[in-house]
């Protein structure tokens, strides 16, 4: 009896998947290239200037500090202020720059009531960048 070597089913390549590819990538390319042309600066016909080393023109300012002692006292930046006078610096230091942070440093003796007075005058001259200086403690 003779042995058959050639196969009756010849093996075929399903191209299915990968035309589906192709379709996406199509789809894709064709919805992005219309959305780049979308762009404003694209429109607009100048050259604009171009530059080496981009940074900020001013930077921003650090953190004023608010020191409120064990005694009441309180100083801005390490110079003694009422409430009042603490008040007209900050909203003129926030006039200057929007985005102005305050932090303040109570001592821990101090009474609460002396550093929510702070607060509160940190909210009235509109800051909202406003953090509380605390020690952390590792128990052993």
Known sequence: MPLK???DDQTSINLT??????????IFFMVS???????????IQ?????VNNATALTTA????VINVFKDGQIT?????VSLEELESQLVAARQQ????????RGDAETYHQRVAEVMTTCSKARISDLNISVR???FR
């Open 5 to 7: 070597i050639n196969r």
């Open 17 to 26: 998947p990968m035309i589906d590819i192709v379709f996406l990538l199509i």
């Open 33 to 43: 290239t219309r959305f780049g042309k979308l762009q404003n600066e694209r429109d």
């Open 46 to 50: 100048i050259q604009v200037p171009t």
């Open 61 to 64: 300012p650090r953190k004023r």
């Open 76 to 80: 801005l930046d390490q110079k003694a």
């Open 97 to 104: 720059y929007s985005k102005l942070g305050v932090v303040i």
């Open 136 to 138: 952390e403690v590792q």
